[in-house]
């Protein structure tokens, strides 16, 4: 069973437009939530994370929502760029369990 | 920031061969060290959870007579594949993890490919 479901799995966006990434997980035992940007051929770098008591955190750019009750969380990226263009993942600290990723493709 | 390093972050073998693959991390101590294996366009697949001293813990389905694993020192692991066979090509990315930290910093790769 996959505990952390990610969505969707590709996204095309212009540029300077809003990347929007879900994720929803299961147990409730997570207690960090990080996002990661990986680029072809490269390890996955982390972005930007959060811990299950707040409902925001933003970073430049980056923003991760999160709504505890429905054991879910986003990312948005703002003013997305061609150099946003990568795949994200979504992970739950527990037992490093990662999402599928999202191959994010943002068009000059 | 905290680095990992992988060396090689390329090998091409034979089948029927072993081969090494390093994971240091640079600027901190790694009490944990993760293994991970990627196909082209999925995810990272935990393959083993290795901490410092101990012996690996492997995810079910994992092979640790093939994959082998040591965590001899607080920033180096390494994984050895053992008698390679092209199924086994694949894209091997270790992370470090320092104690009772959340963040892990990943490696950048080593690509693995057998003939």
């Known amino acids: 069973q996959q505990q952390v479901k990610q969505s969707p799995q590709s996204l095309i966006v212009q540029k300077g437009g809003i990347s929007i990434i879900n994720c929803a997980y299961e147990n409730t035992a997570f207690d960090y939530f990080p996002w990661y940007q990986q680029f072809p051929g490269k390890g996955p770098a982390l972005l930007i994370a959060?811990?299950?008591?707040?409902s925001e955190k933003k970073e430049g750019r980056f923003t991760i929502s999160f709504n505890k009750s429905a054991k879910q969380f986003s990312l948005h990226i703002m003013d997305s760029q061609p150099g946003d263009s990568a795949t994200y993942f979504c992970?739950?600290?527990?037992?490093?369990?990662f999402g599928d990723g999202t191959t994010l493709t943002v068009k000059p | 920031g905290a680095v990992v390093s992988q060396h090689p972050s390329w090998v091409i073998c034979k089948s029927g061969t072993s081969v090494k693959i390093e994971c240091r991390s640079l600027d901190f101590q790694a009490t944990t060290m993760f293994w991970y294996r990627q196909f082209p366009k999925q995810s990272l697949m935990l393959m083993a959870t290795s901490n410092e001293g101990s012996k690996a813990t492997y995810e079910q389905g994992v092979e640790k007579d093939k994959f082998l694993i040591n965590h001899a020192s607080l920033t180096l692991s390494t994984l050895t594949v053992t008698s390679a066979h092209p199924e086994d090509s694949s894209f091997y990315i270790c992370s470090a993890r320092e104690l009772a930290q959340e963040t892990q910093y990943f490696g950048p790769g080593t690509r693995l490919l057998v003939l």
């Open positions: 992970a739950a600290r527990g037992k490093s369990t």
């Open positions: 959060i811990r299950p008591d707040v």
